[in-house]
Structures are given as C-alpha cells and as structure tokens.
C-alpha cells in the first residue's frame, strides 16, 4: 500500500524556471493539501482541495498553482520559481469524516531554487 | 498570528525518562487536536489525538493532556526510547473545516 506518492524527490531550479510537483493517493480520500516546510515555521499550507474538482488557497498561496486532475492526483506548479519558494515540499490527503483527523504524508520533495 | 504554539524548539532526555512536550493555542473554537511527529527525510506521521471533549488519550507510551481552560496541550512518553529522537508536531483543527493548523514543532533528542 503506497500511501501518498511525491515526485521528485529532489529537484534545483534555476530562478525563474517552472515545474510541477506531483502527488498521488491510493487510499480513496476525498482531500489533498500541500504544505512547505521551512526551518523555523513548521508546516503552512499552501493549497488544499476538499473535493475533486474544488481547490482553496491557505496561508501561503503567492507564486504556486494547483490542480486536482482527478480523486488521486493533486499537482502544484511553480510558474517562476524564485529563491524564497527554496523549501521541503509535503503532500497529504485525508478522508472526509476521519475520526481523528489524521493526515497521511507523502515523503517531501526537497525543492531548491538558486 | 499563530493559532499554534510550540514554545520550545528543542527538548533532549535521557533513555527511560519521560518526555513532556507541550502546545498552546489561541482558537477557543478548535474541537479536535493532533499530535505527528517526523524523521529528518520522512514525511510526518500521525502519533495520537484527542477530541476537546476529554482531558486525556493514551496509546501505549504515549498520552496526551489536554487543559481547555488553559488552551494549553501536551504530549508525555514514558519511557522515552532514542528511536523517539524526532520532531513532533502539535496541530489543531476546528469542526467543519478541512485544514490543520500545524505548531512549529519541538524537536526531541533521547539520549541513551
């Protein structure tokens, strides 16, 4: 059972280059986020989507895109990639109506940009 | 603002003692609460619960306080074993939203 599946692992941009981060979820949830680690601030979302097919920002939206291609997936985009988006990049899903709540995560893409 | 604090960024212990991490928060309104904890390279992964109705939850060596009055909660693990050298994550959630506010995590050192 693989959980939720991130790729790539690592990746360096350079500033003002583009790319997708991409996740996947074989466990039927309804919900997707994707969060950023940075040292000393913990995790803040970026974008979450509830449902296929619906997507809201969080706290930290400027200068990403989503997509909820479908129940599994859920893509984040760098348009143009700057030095602060340098980061650990976690996706996590979660079932609707979870009795504890708990996230399941993916294992990061560790992205940076110089 | 911070809806989620973990005050101390670190906390080390020696092997077979307890480990008392804490978290306070400022949204009265959140009902259920969470505890993850990480590997460095790993993602997080959920350790244990609890729902602002109760005061406690334990799995195994790991019990979490809650104190609504205080808006205040934390994680003991007794023993404390080095493959609990980790940082843990406290968060919260408030009912009928989908989103997890995260602390900014403690991270613990067991010493053997």
């Known amino acids: 059972n693989a959980g939720v599946t991130q790729t790539p692992k690592f990746q360096v941009l350079k500033t003002g280059q583009s790319m997708t981060l991409q996740c996947a979820q074989d466990m039927n949830h309804n919900s997707m986020y994707w969060y950023r680690q940075d040292p000393g601030m913990g995790l803040r979302l970026i974008y979450y989507?509830?449902?296929?097919?619906?997507?809201d920002k969080g706290e930290v939206p400027n200068g990403y895109n989503v997509s909820r291609l479908n129940k599994r997936e859920f893509s984040l985009r760098l348009e143009s990639a700057a030095p602060s988006q340098t980061s650990v990049y976690f996706c996590?899903?979660?079932?609707?109506?979870?009795?504890?709540?708990?996230?399941?995560f993916g294992s990061g893409t560790r992205l940076t940009v110089v | 603002d911070q809806q989620v604090k973990q005050n101390s960024p670190s906390l080390s212990v020696q092997e077979g003692r307890i480990s008392i991490l804490n978290c306070d928060y400022t949204?009265?309104?959140?009902?259920?609460f969470l505890w993850y904890k990480k590997y460095p390279a790993e993602g997080p992964t959920f350790l244990i619960s609890?729902?602002?109705?109760?005061d406690k939850n334990e799995d195994g060596r790991f019990t979490v306080f809650l104190n609504k009055s205080a808006k205040h909660l934390s994680l003991h693990i007794v023993p404390s074993q080095p493959g609990d050298s980790a940082v843990y994550f406290c968060?919260?959630?408030?009912?009928?939203?989908?989103?997890?506010?995260f602390g900014k995590g403690t991270k613990l050192t067991v010493n053997p």
């Open positions: 989507s509830a449902s296929e097919g619906t997507t």
């Open positions: 949204n009265s309104m959140f009902d259920y």
């Open positions: 609890i729902s602002s109705i109760k």
């Open positions: 968060a919260a959630i408030q009912g009928g939203s989908e989103k997890l506010v």
């Open positions: 996590a899903s979660s079932g609707t109506g979870s009795v504890n709540y708990g996230y399941t």
